[in-house]
């Protein structure tokens, strides 16, 4: 059971993901993929809930499954070993800050891409996998629409 609330505590704050490399310094082109989808779909994620808290609550449906697949990126990338949360958050930072220097149409790509691609490995998971993605996006987008955003 401690594996699963780790998993939890991991997965549920959707800006701090377990999404760094376990054990090398430098990390496997999967695991910087990774990193780069949940950077897009945390910005998406972000800008759609400030629309959200500004009155536009059809957009929810839209903001829980950003959530979803990003909790999908980071629980595959926990599945697979991934568990330095130091490095996940420095990753994390370093692809926001990369993605600032794309232009919008190549951000908005990546985004889509990155959003079908999680899509998919909600598709792929297990019931009890999506049922803990769904939990914890939920959750977090809870989170989200209070009125200070955190």
């Known amino acids: 059971m401690g594996g ?21 310094d430098a990390p496997s082109s999967r695991t910087a993929h990774t990193a780069e ?3 897009a779909l945390k910005v998406d994620a ?17 903001l829980l499954a950003r959530l979803e697949q990003g909790a999908a990126f ?6 697979d070993g991934n568990r330095d949360e130091d ?22 790509a990546r985004q889509t891409a990155c959003s079908s691609e999680g899509t998919q490995m909600l598709k792929d998971a297990s019931g009890f996998g999506r049922a803990i993605v769904s939990w914890v996006a939920k959750k977090r987008m809870h989170k989200m629409l209070l009125p200070d955003g955190h």
């Open 4 to 24: 699963l609330k780790a998993c939890l505590r991991l997965v549920a704050v959707l800006g701090l993901p377990a999404i760094a490399g376990a054990a090398s």
């Open 37 to 39: 989808c949940v950077a």
């Open 46 to 62: 972000e800008a759609l809930a400030a629309k959200i808290r500004a009155g536009r609550e059809e957009l929810r449906p839209t």
């Open 74 to 79: 980071i629980g595959n990338s926990y599945l």
């Open 87 to 108: 490095q996940a958050k420095a990753m994390l930072a370093a692809a926001v800050e990369a993605q600032k220097s794309l232009p919008p149409a190549a951000l908005a």
